[in-house]
């Protein structure tokens, strides 16, 4: 049974593609007013799971339910509270920016012109280019207008800001902070760009071969991880360094750099005072995260 | 692997190529065996294979040539730009060798003629290859080749109808043609010897053969022409806009009416889309097309509403668009299914028309002797219409099954083309027979081909991915 307050469950779901196993029983619940990252390297399954949720897709098994009906019996209600961003970003190439915006519109009751507006503006969208001469930076960006101009309570994105260049990803990321501070929205956001994506998230989910391989809070990710190096006060370095819980580390003759799971930061300055060396603690970015996080 | 080797290797490596090249060659046979036909009636027909021969080939090496040096990998290459002038040379002189040695060999005439008509063969050959490389150039993004199937169709016929005798086959005219072929050869290798022919080609989108099977190169080349679109249908497409965008809105309560709207007006709106000159042209065209098959009898009736039926394939239903509006699976299936009802409805009101225009004028069009025969024009019939009713969710469920499966769709278009043309007189019989005997096969077969393009859609709708992977 659906509980309520899940706006995305996933139960077992299996999904193939010929002999390529793309989602290897999934299972995972996305609850309201989370900003989730979905990261993976590429044929991770990212695109593949967001496209369940919107039922473009069907599980071979498991199943699949999305604002509590099964994705694949989504109607019209439940369609108008859902927003959703492609990497391919498919448009009606033949129409008019402005053409398509009010077509788009005309199948949402809530479709927010003031927000439509101020979007058109602040992407410096034409509203008389032909939307199949835009530039892909340009698609997208028309394509993520399109997806949130109706205010939509749950948004998927994926690979949304692929194709914009440094200004307008900045630009996107500060249309998402203000998305998610004003409004109690649930938004799913994949990314390759972690740096991009590390600033707005609250919760992660990791993927690899399919298969979830963290699915956690960011501060909790955060926190079971962290990045130590360590300086050799009598420059060099002892032979064994007495870290059990390295998972990762590069070492020179005075300086070594490691990375430690479930590690106390007191224990750590005192392990390194033991052996004579001086230890800097940080914490680590996305990038070095989802690198630890798969290993 | 050295720089021809390398240019070469496309026509081998590329398994779109090669289907394009068997099928080309497979239309090529029959001239052969009308070569070496000993008993011709007219003279021209045996040279027109050659000609018609070199035509395609010049069309088909420049397209391949063109495509390869869109590329701007390719482009770069040392010295390619020369390579590809060379393979040209290359392909027209041993094209045109070919073909005259033929005609030289087996045309069956006295020495003089034979001589004169393999001489007449390679110049205009020559021409007509170079022709063809002339249409590759200036249709970047079109399909091509597809203006080589009139002519072959139409062309022995055109050829046979002008009867100009043995004038041509004489040593001073075909002294002049020859001459005339080295001008146009010399010129076109100034031509191709300047970059700025080349330049224009590179880094733009160029079709070419194999990627009109490919959905993101077509849809490159869509967005190239859309570019290209002048901008003064902008009122004209408003409004169609707004009309549908109103309705939309005022529908979108209703469970399935502002669906069907959105394709309708997805659907409509690249016909707007087109300038009043693409208008005209067209209507040229579907009239010329009207007359000839007015021409052609109880064959026009049939071949008016085959084109008809092909017409469908190139509308898409919007079963698998992944641009997310409101619709779920059962709105997609709704407004597919009622989206091909409203195109065969409007299909046959076209049909109506131009079969009207042609009732109108039979009285007034004139007769003349070809081949023979006496050409007489009747006018259309309204009656083969169950042929499009049949076809049109025949069409459709091919290019369902074969969605994103674009060399199997081709294949299966030309599959039927063939079956079609193949029982041909069996049709004719049976359009005779069932016309005067027995209309109940004929909804029965009507219900067969809706139900099961109407099932399929279900299917595909309720139970299959709608994006590809």
């Known amino acids: 049974m659906t509980k309520v307050d899940t706006l995305v469950q996933f139960c077992d779901v299996v999904k193939r593609f010929g002999a390529t196993t793309a989602l290897d029983k999934i299972s995972l619940d996305i609850q309201p007013g989370s900003i989730i990252g979905l990261v993976g390297s590429n044929g991770a399954g990212k695109s593949t799971l967001l496209r369940h949720i919107i039922g473009l897709y069907l599980p071979d098994a498991g199943t699949c339910t999305t604002l509590g009906m099964e994705a694949r019996r989504l109607g019209p209600a439940e369609f108008a509270r859902l927003g959703y961003v492609h990497q391919e970003g498919e448009l009606i190439d033949w129409m008019y920016v402005g053409q398509l915006i009010r077509y788009v519109a005309a199948y949402y009751a809530t479709w927010n012109t003031e927000l439509e507006q101020r979007y058109v503006k602040d992407f410096e969208l034409n509203l008389k280019d032909r939307v199949g001469s835009l530039s892909p930076g340009q698609r997208q960006k028309l394509a993520i207008l399109l997806a949130i101009g109706f205010e939509p309570e749950l948004l998927i994105l994926d690979e949304p800001a692929s194709a914009l260049d440094p200004l307008a990803r900045r630009q996107f990321l500060n249309l998402m902070l203000e998305m998610i501070q004003t409004q109690n929205r649930t938004i799913i956001i994949s990314s390759h760009i972690l740096s991009d994506v590390e600033k707005i998230i609250d919760h992660i989910v990791i993927m690899d071969k399919g298969r979830i391989v963290r699915n956690c809070a960011l501060d909790t990710l955060q926190e079971e991880f962290c990045r130590v190096t360590l300086t050799a006060a009598g420059g060099k370095l002892p032979e064994s360094l007495p870290f059990r819980n390295a998972i990762d580390w590069s070492r020179s003759d005075g300086q070594a750099v490691l990375t430690l799971r479930h590690a106390d930061e007191a224990q750590i300055v005192r392990q390194a005072e033991t052996i004579g060396c001086q230890a800097q603690i940080r914490r680590m970015s996305l990038d070095e995260l989802y690198e630890a996080a798969i290993k | 692997m050295n720089l021809v080797t390398v240019n070469l290797s496309h026509y081998w490596k590329r398994p779109a190529l090669i289907l394009w090249q068997v099928l080309i060659l497979v239309m090529l046979l029959p001239s052969i065996p009308i070569l070496l036909e000993q008993k011709v009636n007219t003279w021209m027909t045996p040279l027109y294979w050659p000609l018609f021969w070199m035509l395609v080939m010049g069309t088909m090496t420049a397209t391949y040539q063109l495509e390869i040096l869109s590329k701007p990998l390719s482009y770069t290459l040392p010295g390619h730009r020369r390579i590809v002038r060379k393979l040209l040379f290359g392909f027209n002189v ?169 394709v309708m007006y997805q659907t409509l709106g690249p016909v707007a889309l087109m300038t009043l000159k693409s208008h005209g042209t067209n209507l040229i065209f579907m009239s010329l097309v009207f007359l000839l098959f007015g021409y052609y009898g109880k064959t026009g009736n049939l071949f008016i509403w085959l084109m008809f039926i092909f017409s469908i394939l190139g509308t898409d239903l919007q079963v698998h668009s992944t641009l997310l509006l409101t619709r779920g699976r059962m709105e997609r299936f709704v407004s597919a299914l009622m989206s091909l009802v409203f195109l065969t409805l409007l299909g046959l009101v076209m049909a109506s028309v131009g079969i009207a225009a042609t009732i109108l ?93 109407t099932v399929y859609l279900y299917r595909v709708c309720f139970h299959k991915n709608l994006a590809i992977k």
């Open chain 2, 94 to 262: 041993f094209g045109s060798l070919l073909c005259a040695a033929m005609v030289l060999l087996l045309y069956p005439r006295d020495i003089t003629s034979r001589c004169c008509a393999a001489i007449l063969v390679l110049a205009f050959g020559q021409i007509l290859f170079w022709i063809g490389v002339w249409c590759s150039y200036r249709s970047r993004n079109q399909a091509i080749v597809g203006f080589a199937f009139p002519i072959l169709i139409f062309g022995p016929m055109m050829m046979d109808s002008i009867s100009i005798g043995q004038y041509w086959l004489q040593p001073m005219v075909a002294a002049v043609v020859a001459v005339l072929s080295g001008i146009v050869s010399c010129w076109a290798w100034r031509i191709l010897g300047r970059a700025s022919v080349f330049q224009a080609c590179c880094g733009r989108h160029y079709l070419g053969f194999t990627g009109a099977f490919s959905a993101g190169q077509v849809k490159k080349a869509q967005r190239e022409q859309f570019k290209a679109i002048s901008v003064e249908t902008d009122e004209k497409l408003s409004r169609l806009g707004r009309f549908f965008v109103e309705k939309i809105a005022r529908n979108r309560n209703q469970p399935f009416a502002s669906f069907i709207y959105g």
């Open chain 2, 361 to 453: 004028l039979a009285p007034y069009m004139p007769t003349f002797p070809i081949r023979g025969f006496i050409a007489e024009f009747h006018a259309l019939s309204w009656q083969s219409c169950y042929l499009f009713i049949i076809g049109a969710p025949i069409v459709a469920l091919l290019r369902l099954l074969f969605w994103g499966k674009k060399y199997f769709m081709f294949m299966s278009i030309i599959i039927v083309s063939g079956l079609m043309g193949a029982s041909f007189p069996l049709l004719m019989n049976i359009r005779d027979n069932l016309i005067q005997v027995n209309w109940g096969i004929i909804v029965v077969i009507l219900i067969l081909a809706w139900s099961t393009f």
